[in-house]
């Protein structure tokens, strides 16, 4: 019985954050490139659309040498079903904001997300390869869109990798 209300809590919890991106939405922005001391190295314009629960990208990420993958632009990883409290990192803060943080998995995919506890809005999230995070995406600065407020700054990071990947979102309609 815990386990199954410990289930439905994590779930909730994720289903709020969910609730923070629209359904019918276009974001429009740039993804920049930038070398280990934060040189931009390369930059493209995206156009990102959802509608009716699809979603689209304009932009070839193959071409550039980013950190960024397809999860990391549509937060795809949201929408997994498995999803359970990481009960180890729990309370931990990002930018000063206590977070719960989930685990969400699919096949042998697993991420870690901080999600803060008062607005239910990602803070962080990590893809997790043999229980180690390799990969981690953060917002480093918040903007207010309409009544939404959501990470406008995002830097990805293979972690290693000594390059970071911003990604800028300019517009939301």
Not at 5 to 14: G, K, T, Y
Not at 44 to 57: I, N, S
Not at 126 to 148: A, N, Q, V
Request: hydrophobic content about 40%.
């Amino acid at each position: 019985m815990i386990g199954a209300l410990m289930l439905a809590s994590a779930l909730s919890l994720v289903q709020e954050c969910r609730a923070m991106i629209p359904d019918d939405v276009e974001l429009r922005g740039r993804i920049v490139q930038r070398n280990k001391r934060g040189i931009p190295i390369a930059e493209r314009d995206y156009v990102l659309t959802r509608k009716g629960g699809e979603t689209t990208l304009n932009f070839p990420i193959e071409e550039l040498n980013t950190d960024i993958t397809w999860s990391d632009i549509t937060l795809d990883y949201l929408w997994w079903d498995d999803v359970s409290f990481d009960e180890e990192k729990d309370g931990e803060t990002v930018n000063g904001q206590t977070c719960k943080v989930i685990l969400l998995k699919k096949g042998d995919r697993t991420v870690r997300a901080w999600i803060n506890e008062k607005y239910g809005a990602l803070m962080q999230a990590e893809e997790l390869k043999d229980g180690s995070p390799y990969r981690r995406l953060w917002g480093t600065r918040l903007k207010k869109f309409g009544e939404r407020w959501m990470a406008n700054v995002m830097e990805v990071e293979t972690i290693g990798s000594g390059h970071r990947t911003k990604i800028i979102v300019e517009a939301m309609e």
